[in-house]
């Protein structure tokens, strides 16, 4: 399908982080509050992540592609209006996950981490390609993501450094 991330496991080839964050969570024995059991948790992540992709995804891109992608890849000038109007949606988004998905609760499905925060953390951190913190004045977000940090990214990321590294050996 010509995009990444992609994932080949025996044979079984996937795209999209939330099919194969999902379909590993589900294929190994990962703790429970990744992707829950729980029928009513389990509809918190998927709420989650339905929403992420018209939301947190699109609106972070935005500004990584207008940044970062635009400039370096192709040469092209920034263009400020652009990089305005992809801001002030992101911020619509970020005032959401602080207003409703953590307005009572320490990770965006509840009291433990999930693969929710995984996708939004990985989201949220592409405007950093251009020293972009989108997170710098909002404390909310900003504990969240370091209890998430703290968590599990840096686990959850190792097996993706290992991919990463044994790809590099072979080319």
């Not at 992420?52 to 890849?73: D, S």
Request: charged share 30%.
């Amino acid at each position: 399908m010509q995009k990444v991330p992609e994932l080949e496991n025996n044979g079984f080839v996937l795209t999209e982080s939330d099919a194969i964050l999902k379909y590993l969570a589900k294929t190994y024995n990962v703790p429970d509050h990744c992707y829950p059991r729980h029928p009513e948790k389990r509809a918190r992540v998927d709420e989650y992540t339905a929403w992420h992709h018209m939301n947190t995804r699109m609106h972070a891109a935005k500004v990584f592609i207008f940044e970062v992608l635009l400039p370096h890849m192709m040469g092209q000038a920034t263009d400020p209006v652009k990089i305005e109007k992809a801001l002030a949606e992101l911020e619509g988004t970020l005032d959401k996950l602080e207003n409703m998905f953590l307005k009572r609760q320490a990770f965006l499905c509840g009291d433990d981490i999930s693969l929710a925060d995984l996708l939004a953390i990985c989201e949220l951190m592409q405007p950093l390609g251009s020293g972009r913190d989108v997170l710098k004045n909002r404390t909310k977000l900003l504990s969240w993501r370091n209890r998430a940090l703290a968590d599990s990214f840096d686990e959850a990321h190792s097996v993706v450094y290992h991919l990463r590294d044994k790809s590099k050996a072979k080319l």
